[in-house]
Nanobody
Framework: QVQLVESGGGLVQAGGSLRLSCAAS????????VGWFRQAPGKEREFVSV?????????ANYADSVVGRATISRDNANTVTLQINSLKPEDTAIYYC????????????????????WGQGTQVTVSS
């Protein structure tokens, strides 16, 4: 079993930055794909970013809403971080990380239902 814990959320002014972390424990060596999603009040959970790979080689993708402002990285076998710059009020949401043992690079990696494991989320609030 794998447990995912997010951290790094908080209150930030528009234009600021946040660095979110997803720490995995348990059978972490089996997580090939790690994604970030977010859910704003009254809205469905949506894809933000994803990283695939292991060791020193990995690949990433981003939603249009954050491309150019976000960077996802795999710091080590157990931690994935998401840096978002130039934050906007519309970035306000609960941010979740999700993991899967499979290589989802050619699968439905933007879909919530695809992922095996989820964290509890961390709140990000951007004030205008």
């Amino acid at each position: 079993q794998v447990q995912l814990v997010e951290s790094g959320g908080g209150l930030v002014q528009a234009g600021g930055s946040l660095r979110l972390s997803c720490a995995a424990s348990g059978r972490t060596f089996s997580l090939y794909t790690v994604g970030w999603f977010r859910q704003a009040p009254g809205k469905e959970r949506e894809f933000v970013s994803v990283v695939w790979g292991a060791g020193h080689t990995y690949y990433a993708n981003y939603a249009d809403s954050v491309v150019g402002r976000a960077t996802i990285s795999r710091d080590n076998a157990n931690t994935v971080t998401l840096q978002i710059n130039s934050l906007k009020p519309e970035d306000t949401a609960i941010y979740y990380c999700a993991g899967d043992r499979r290589d989802l690079s050619t699968y439905y990696y933007t879909r919530v239902s695809t992922y095996e494991y989820w964290g509890q989320g961390t709140q990000v609030t951007v004030s205008s």
